[in-house]
């Protein structure tokens, strides 16, 4: 897993795939992503929920800030990884790692529409924390008035994936010194923890509590 | 988590920190980064492995790549995140992430002496799986020369951080209506799943048995 054979398809061809279910899978297994923008001819990487509606993501961000606000039609690259094992080598240089990840090409499209602002909170919160839409008051006229919501394109995206045991050499396989294989990492959702301020006896709701499950 | 609230230092004070350990402390907890650079005007952004040597960081690459081969002095960003739970807030508006985040800015340093350029993968092996430089085959000459050993100064680094539970409106904690808290999300090493061409009976060593624990 290096920066530079993450992003040759042409040498590392089975490492890539382009089908559009194997990317919304990889998508909706995350909440996390990283976007990023150039600033003064620099790139600037901010780490972001995000919530997914077909071909689009949506983000969301606040009207107030100073540093990170994205302009309509600006370019953004939306990356999204999960690191799925480490695999260890019989040599060092076949040690490297197991994950999924997708690379998004987009120009950033600021939502001005209420309904579509609506619906791409709406999404992004179900997407993060499913049920909450429902179950938490939604926003009121100050607090939409504060959020800025972005909508990004998923139409040119990449999805890179690596899978299985090391390819080690035929002679660090034959000489049969190094142990060699896959150490899963996985992503877990803990016990829910009440906040302090809940009245006591508060039953923890199903939305939440499947969360963990 | 938004991708404007992640960049005010000055809108947020409480979620800036300064301090070198912590950022080591989060560096040392990841084994992914997420670099980017400019290409053609736009940002482009890869996940990649790391090392940490003080205040120092080491990334590789195939010497062979086509796409994103690092120019030495290039401007990078690199961004480490960890996602430590998902916040419930009684209000959709208040719900958000606690997390950990550090981002570099740094020109990369294309690494060119070959005792820095061992040194540099050294400490990025030892970082992603610590144990195997000694176990594992070290790279020969035609793998070294196959290798790219990328240096990132951490010295211009913010790290941003957030824990506990929801900044809720008093109205709404007092209206009692929905519940609120922390799902926590915590990252998990499983067991070791040894190479189909390992011998049979072969001992799992302890620096790999011990990830799991």
């Not at 939306?78 to 040599?91: A, K």
């Not at 490297?96 to 999404?123: C, F, K, M």
């Not at 996985?186 to 302090?196: D, M, Q």
Request: with cysteine; aromatic share 6%; charged share 25%.
């Amino acid at each position: 897993l290096s920066p530079t054979e993450r992003s040759t398809p042409h040498r590392l061809r089975d490492r890539t795939r382009s089908d559009r279910v194997e990317l919304h899978a990889l998508l909706d297994d995350a909440v996390l992503a990283h976007l990023s923008v150039v600033r003064d001819g620099a790139p600037f990487t901010v780490p972001t929920t995000f919530g997914r509606d077909g071909d689009t993501l949506y983000l969301h961000g606040s009207t107030g800030a100073r540093s990170l606000r994205l302009a309509d039609g600006e370019q953004v690259c939306l990356n999204v990884t999960h690191l799925d094992g480490l695999v260890y080598g019989r040599s060092v240089f076949h040690h490297s790692a197991n994950y999924r990840s997708a690379v998004i090409h987009a120009q950033a499209r600021l939502v001005t529409d209420p309904a579509e602002r609506e619906h791409g909170l709406r999404v992004l919160v179900e997407h993060v924390t499913p049920g909450s839409w429902d179950h938490a008051r939604r926003p009121n006229r100050k607090e939409m008035a504060a959020t800025a919501v972005i909508a990004i394109d998923t139409f040119e995206a990449a999805v890179r994936v690596r899978t299985g045991p090391p390819g080690d050499e035929p002679e660090d396989v034959e000489a049969g010194t190094a142990w060699a294989g896959v150490v899963p990492v996985t992503t877990v959702y803990g016990a829910p923890e009440p906040c302090p301020l809940l009245p006591a006896g508060f039953a923890t709701p199903p939305h939440v509590a499947h969360r963990s499950a």
